[in-house]
Each structure stands twice: as structure tokens, then as C-alpha cells.
């Protein structure tokens, strides 16, 4: 287990009972912010320059009880390939060098038992997920080269169509997948990658699910029933992943949790969208993808990555079970993993 450390100031003790779920959270845009902030160093993550520039370093996910994260190998869309490709390795490789800087704390894993026995060592495992599919110039190729590099999820678009896929913002060109749309999420599933669909628009989202042999996820998304944004999931979307075995990730960011649609919001107001998913789609299909580093704005009391168990707090004031919250936490997400490498290996 990861071992005990302070509360950060302004996160709650979370109750005893909970101390147990080590968070497995589905994005993270650090390396981004190393990146644009930090002259993509991570050495310098723990230098008193950094202090305030960041929302994710160690000691802080010590606190709030992470023991796995998807870093996302973010690039913008508006990257043009293949320029795009290029700076994708190049997170790639920054990632690869953060986990190298702290041994202490992170260590890279590739499949469900490499993030359980990482856990069980006390140190945080650390997977990889490409953001947007213009990192991939269409090519899969390219594609089955992220998988051998550590990536483990390919967000299909971010916030711009992609040749072959329409995004939640942009205006639609293919209705939703084109035919090698498609093929990119078959070969996902053959070589055992996640389909992510966040950022993805409805009707991508539905057409992945028509093609998909085994689960998909959403590594950081919210209900549009609670806040009317393209970005977030439809009902009738969420209602077809306990038939798929998927998961969808709620993410933190205020944009797509407050429906007034500002840059504030509350603790109570991402657990409303944690409680949606599960009464839409199931308790085995609700997870955490916080997008902390991917957003200024973050919740009150959800400041940074040391504030979980504010989240879970509320959510076991609410009357979640025991077992509901370990699903959650970490469970569902590695239920899907385990499905992804068995359908890759079938």
C-alpha cells in the first residue's frame, strides 16, 4: 500500500473506510504543463521555482492516495501531421523520463497485473494514453508503435476532427467514423489499446460502440443531462457500456460540471455526475479521470491531485458502498483493462 502521508491543507480526512482505495486515475496533463512551464524537466517538478505552476507532483499524489495514472501524451489539434507524430514521441519520452526521475514513487506498467503489483510495492504505476488521433498522421503503423512505446488508450479526436472521426466542438464532416474510422478501432481492440472516446462527438461515440469487440472508455468526461455541453456523454451513450464493459471516467473540469457553464464549481457538483453515471450505466461503469493540469479552473475543493478523498468523502456521505467506491477508484478501470488484453490475446 502506498504508505501514509499529511492531509493537504483543505482536503478532509476521508473516512477510515476508505483509506484502503488507492485512486487509478484516467488523465493527468502534467507532461504538458513540464512542457510549456517547467523546459519539459521533470527534475525541476520538485523545485521551490515550481510551487504554484503545477497541480500534480509527488508528494501531493502521495496524499490523495493515487497508486495509478494514465499521463496523457497530449498534443494540440492544432499540431498538424506529421509534426504531431514528432511531438507525441517527444511527450512520449517525457513521461518515460519523469517516471525515471522519481524510481522512488513511479514506475512505468503496461498491463492490469504490472498497475496491481506497482500498488502492492507502494509506488504510483504509470500508463500512458495519446490524446487525439492526429498524433497518429493515420497511420497504424504509427498506432501499433505508441502501443510497444507504453500508450494504452488513443482519445480518438481532441477538440478537431480528424480525417476519420468527427469531434464533440468541431463542426461535422463524417457524421461520426469514416471506414478507416473504424478500422483504427478494430485495430485498437486487436492489439490491446483503449478506445477513448472523449472529446469524440455522439455520433462517434455510437459508431465505436457499434464496432467495438470489448470495452471502450471515456478517460475524462461528464453527463450532458447535468451540463448541456457537446463534450460531455449522452444518456443513450452511458446506457450502452454495461453491454459494451466499459467505463466512463468523470473529469473535474468545471466547464463540463457546473450546467451554468462558468469556472466554478463544487465537490457535491462532480459527485452529482459520479451519481449519474452510476444510476445511467451501473455502478461497474463509473470511474475518475480528473484532468487535473488540463485546467485552470478546478472545483473548491478539488484544487489538485492531494483531494481525492474530498470526492469520496461526499460520495460516502451519500450512502456509496464499500464496494461501490472500489469500484470506482480503481476496479472498474482495471476490469477494463483486463478485458482489452484478454480480447488482444484471443
Keep these: 500500500m502506498i ?3 499529511p492531509e493537504a491543507s483543505g482536503a478532509p480526512e476521508a473516512p477510515f473506510s476508505l483509506k484502503s482505495h488507492l485512486v487509478f486515475d484516467g488523465h493527468n496533463d502534467l507532461a504538458w504543463q513540464l512542457r510549456e512551464r517547467l523546459g519539459s524537466d521533470p527534475a525541476r517538478l520538485a523545485t521551490p521555482a515550481a510551487a504554484g505552476l503545477t497541480q500534480t507532483d509527488v508528494p501531493r499524489l502521495r496524499r490523495g492516495r493515487v497508486g495509478a495514472q494514465f499521463w496523457s501524451v497530449y498534443v494540440p489539434a492544432t499540431e498538424t501531421a506529421p509534426p504531431a507524430v514528432t511531438a507525441t514521441l517527444e511527450q512520449i519520452d517525457l513521461v518515460h523520463r519523469l517516471i525515471g526521475r522519481y524510481p522512488d514513487d513511479l514506475e512505468l506498467a503496461r498491463t492490469a497485473a504490472d498497475v496491481i503489483a506497482i500498488m502492492a510495492r507502494g509506488k504510483i504505476a504509470s500508463l500512458l494514453g495519446a490524446e487525439g488521433g492526429h498524433c497518429i498522421d493515420g497511420s497504424l503503423g504509427v498506432l501499433r508503435m505508441l502501443y510497444r512505446l507504453g500508450v494504452r488508450y488513443l482519445t480518438l479526436t ?12 468541431d463542426a461535422p464532416v463524417h457524421g461520426g467514423l469514416t471506414g478507416f474510422g473504424r478500422e483504427v478501432v478494430r485495430e485498437l481492440q ?8 472523449s472529446h469524440t462527438s455522439a455520433a462517434t461515440a455510437r459508431d465505436a460502440l457499434d464496432v467495438a469487440r470489448g ?16 463534450r460531455n456523454v449522452p444518456d443513450d451513450v452511458l446506457a450502452r457500456l454495461p453491454a459494451n464493459g466499459g467505463v466512463c471516467m468523470v473529469t473535474f473540469v468545471p466547464a463540463f460540471v457546473a450546467p451554468d457553464r462558468g469556472d466554478h464549481a463544487t465537490v457535491a457538483q462532480v459527485a452529482d455526475h459520479v451519481d449519474h453515471v452510476r444510476t445511467v450505466a451501473g455502478a461497474a461503469h463509473v470511474g475518475l479521470g480528473s ?52 480480447l488482444a490475446a484471443s
Excluded: K, Q
Design 3 to 5: 504508505p501514509e502521508a
Design 158 to 169: 481532441h477538440n478537431r476532427n480528424v480525417p476519420w472521426a468527427d469531434a464533440a466542438i
Design 190 to 197: 486487436r492489439i490491446g489499446m483503449l478506445a477513448d472516446l
Design 215 to 230: 470495452p471502450v472508455i471515456f478517460s475524462h468526461s461528464c453527463a450532458r443531462a447535468l451540463c448541456d455541453r457537446p
Design 291 to 342: 484532468d487535473f493540469d488540463g485546467s485552470a479552473a478546478m472545483p473548491d475543493g478539488l484544487g489538485d491531485v492531494s483531494c481525492y478523498p474530498a470526492l469520496l468523502t461526499e460520495l460516502a456521505r451519500r450512502g456509496w458502498s464499500d464496494a461501490d467506491i472500489a469500484g470506482l477508484t480503481s476496479g472498474n478501470i482495471l476490469r477494463v483493462l483486463r478485458a482489452a488484453e484478454a
